[in-house]
């Protein structure tokens, strides 16, 4: 029997996976055109993803082998957004394992140029979509009306839960030296000091009444005297889907968004997790006298649909920035959520 790891395919149709009760099949959507983020000019100061040379540069010699240089991968912005799909197959075996089900990855304009909404095509085999929210404000990407009503018809199927993952939106303000702030509080040289993410998961947040605004790129505490992310504030005694059963932390990022709620009404969104925010480093958000920040919420089934909300950062499904044990489970958790 061969060691070597199955083939890779490209650019193929998706092959629909068989229901099995009890078993989610797990899809992720990337809401990015591909060719939009790839294609900016690199010389453009803001609201771009880096090359892979500047990420080169930046982490030497992490990627300093020859499965990174020029001959087998992509130096341009392409190249990043290629770590990000790589990124995610830690998670995508554990899902796989724990479902038994392959987890489809989608894009909403892949890189040959292929459009694909949010429809049947996606929706029919699908219990747990996953929409991955990292397009730049400036790509206006929008959910459509056909795409929001196929969501909507999809949220009345039992079984069914649309986890929304808005990233950062860091430098927003036209105060450059709030810019330069924010800059200097989360410390990665590799985002600029504008870099505004999740046109499309936000048009779907209200389209969908979820009173949710992502805000700020916030940079995680560690525990004193490590370089180990400080503990989730967990709110376990309303998380009555188990999705952080055995998670005591999530995955360290230098500039994770706020899921700042825009209701009072408690009932309709449960604030599940906080981060504490690294204290040192001085940010708007904490001078405004803010110690955490929101980081899972869950929006339980209703009247108007039998499908579970959740939203999480999709930085929580990436390796870009180690992985633990703790952050395996809750992939577990949400695999298996009932």
């Known amino acids: 029997m061969s060691a070597l790891p199955a083939a890779r395919t490209y650019n193929q149709d998706h092959v629909a996976r068989k229901y099995t009760p ?21 010389a453009a100061m803001e609201n771009r993803f880096s090359t892979m040379t500047e990420v080169r ?11 990174w ?26 899902a796989g394992e724990s479902t038994g089900h ?40 929008e959910a459509a009306p056909e795409e929001v009503a196929a969501i909507r018809e999809w949220l009345k199927r039992e079984g069914t ?50 009173p949710v605004h992502n ?26 889907v188990g999705l952080l059963k055995n998670v005591p932390t999530f995955n360290f990022h230098p500039h994770l968004p706020h899921y700042e709620l825009t209701t009072k009404d408690t009932k309709s969104v449960h ?16 001078a405004a006298g803010n110690t955490e920040f929101n980081c899972l919420l869950w929006m339980a089934p209703n009247q108007q649909r039998a499908g579970d909300i959740v939203l999480a950062d999709s930085t929580n499904f990436t390796t870009l920035f180690a992985g633990t044990d703790s952050l395996t489970n809750f992939w577990r958790n949400l695999a298996l959520m009932k």
């Open 57 to 67: 540069t930046a982490l030497w010699p992490n990627y300093e082998t020859p499965a």
């Open 22 to 42: 009890g078993n989610r099949r797990m899809s992720i959507y990337w809401t990015w055109s591909y060719p939009w983020e790839s294609q900016r000019d690199p």
């Open 161 to 210: 839960c649309l986890l929304l993952a808005p990233h950062h939106d860091v430098g927003f303000a036209d105060d450059l030296k709030q810019r330069q702030m924010e800059y200097l509080h989360h410390g990665d040289a590799l985002v600029p000091r504008q870099q505004r993410f999740g046109q499309y998961t936000r048009s779907l947040m209200k389209a969908l009444d979820v």
């Open 102 to 141: 392959p987890v489809a990855v989608f894009q909403r304009i892949d890189q040959a140029g292929f459009k694909l909404p949010i429809d049947e095509r996606i929706l029919a085999d699908t219990d747990t979509l996953m929409v991955f929210g990292l397009d730049h404000l400036l790509s206006e990407q």
């Open 215 to 240: 805000l700020w790129g916030l940079r995680p505490a560690l525990v004193k005297g490590t370089n180990e992310i400080a503990p989730l504030t967990a709110f376990r005694d309303i998380d009555k």
């Open 271 to 286: 604030l599940l997790a906080r981060q504490p925010i690294d204290p040192d480093r001085p940010h708007p958000f904490t």
């Open 69 to 94: 240089s020029a001959a087998q991968f992509l130096q341009g912005i392409a190249g990043t957004l290629e770590l990000f799909h790589r990124s995610t197959l830690s998670f995508q075996q554990i």
